[in-house]
């Protein structure tokens, strides 16, 4: 199993920046790739970020040039470093682990954006 905890949401202005962290213990060598979804009240989950083993990176229309996701290999870390931000980031941030059997998710972070 693959065990996810993120942190570092809370509340800030548009404009502001906030990152993001997903931290994963476990089964890390059976993880392919890792995600980063938002759900904002009222509406779907969707995809944010992308990053697979590799490293390649693919974003969400909505937040390019805005967000950037990375990772941290030594810390089993990943990041989601959210610039430029908007209230309608204001969401649910979701980390996922895209495993060879199953995905695992974390339990989430709040991140609200005010106007």
């Known amino acids: 199993q693959v065990q996810l905890v993120e942190s570092g949401g809370g509340s800030v202005q548009a404009g502001g920046s906030l990152r993001l962290s997903c931290a994963a213990s476990?089964?890390?060598?059976?993880?392919?790739?890792m995600g980063w979804y938002r759900q904002a009240l009222g509406k779907q989950r969707e995809l944010v970020a992308v990053?697979?083993?590799?490293?390649?990176?693919n974003y969400a229309d909505s937040v390019k040039g805005r967000f950037t996701i990375s990772r941290d290999n030594a810390k089993n870390t990943v990041y989601l470093q959210m610039n430029s931000l908007k209230p309608e980031d204001t969401a649910v941030y979701y980390c996922?682990?895209?495993?060879?059997?199953?995905?695992?998710w974390g339990q989430g972070t709040q991140v609200t954006i005010s106007s």
């Open positions: 476990g089964s890390i060598w059976s993880v392919n790739a």
């Open positions: 990053i697979t083993r590799g490293g390649s990176t």
């Open positions: 996922k682990a895209y495993g060879l059997t199953y995905d695992h």
